[in-house]
Nanobody, 126 residues
């Protein structure tokens, strides 16, 4: 599967953005999807994951309550809504896909994802 992330930009603190990740192929609904981010000088870190059917989601503590992951299997797209953005949210955001059998599986580990998008830059100014 190929992933194409978009929707990043330069915004002020407190603003919102919605990132999108479009997937190719006809089996999108068989993949658990995740979002990760990497800030300059830092390792890539987990942000959020959503199960194949979309009923189960998990978040990093740093974004819980501010970010929302969702998916539209009919459109082969996963979204990440970023609210109340902070300067520390500045990073390149990556979407990732993992082929899974359990319908409600979610994953936090980068090593669990097989496919990665190219990343989209989010910059939050103070």
């Amino acid at each position: 599967v190929q992933l194409q992330a978009s929707g990043g930009g330069l915004v002020q603190a407190g603003s919102s953005l919605r990132l999108s990740c479009a997937a190719s192929g006809r089996t999108f609904s068989r993949y658990t999807m995740g979002w990760f981010r990497q800030a300059p000088g830092n390792e890539r870190e987990f942000v959020a994951s959503i199960s194949r059917g979309g009923r189960t989601t998990i978040y990093a503590d740093s974004v819980k309550g501010r970010f929302t992951i969702s998916r539209d299997n009919a459109k082969n797209t996963v979204y990440l809504k970023l609210n109340s953005l902070k300067p520390e949210d500045t990073a390149v955001y990556y979407c990732a896909a993992a082929f899974t059998y359990p319908r409600e599986a979610t994953m936090r580990g980068q090593w669990e994802y097989e496919y990665w998008g190219q990343g989209t830059q989010v910059t939050v100014s103070s």
